[in-house]
């Protein structure tokens, strides 16, 4: 059975910076693409970051590049999603998402596993 739980979500003053984590459990961490998605209230899911199995492909989202930076730690079978220069609209449940493939993509129905998510505010 595959868990993912993230942790670190709370409240961040805007332009400010907050790191969530994703533990992955019952999965090799190594064989699969994990990624971070988000939702706000009335909005649709949308993809925030991916990385591929051996990190050699990451992508970020054009609405977070250069203030998001996803990385996977393989010893402690977690991913990080560092969040720097905190925006209001940043606000959002942000979840954590595994795919047994070697390759990221954008698309959420194409990911198996999903963790319960996390709330992040931004206060101005």
């Known amino acids: 059975q595959v868990n993912l739980e993230e942790s670190g979500g709370g409240l961040v003053q805007a332009g400010g910076s907050l790191t969530l984590s994703c533990a992955a459990s019952?999965?090799?961490?190594?064989?699969?693409?994990m990624a971070w998605f988000r939702q706000a209230p009335g909005k649709s899911r949308e993809f925030v970051a991916g990385?591929?199995?051996?990190?050699?492909?990451?992508l970020h989202a054009d609405s977070v590049k250069d203030r998001f930076t996803i990385s996977r730690d393989y010893a402690k079978k977690t991913i990080t999603l560092q969040r720097d220069s905190m925006k209001p609209e940043d606000a959002a449940r942000y979840s954590c998402?595994?795919?047994?493939?070697?390759?990221?993509?954008?698309?959420?129905?194409?990911?198996?596993?999903w963790g319960q998510g996390i709330q992040v505010t931004v206060s101005t």
């Open positions: 998402a595994a795919l047994p493939s070697s390759m990221v993509t954008r698309r959420s129905d194409l990911y198996c596993y």
């Open positions: 019952g999965l090799v961490v190594s064989s699969g693409t």
């Open positions: 990385v591929s199995s051996s990190s050699s492909s990451r």
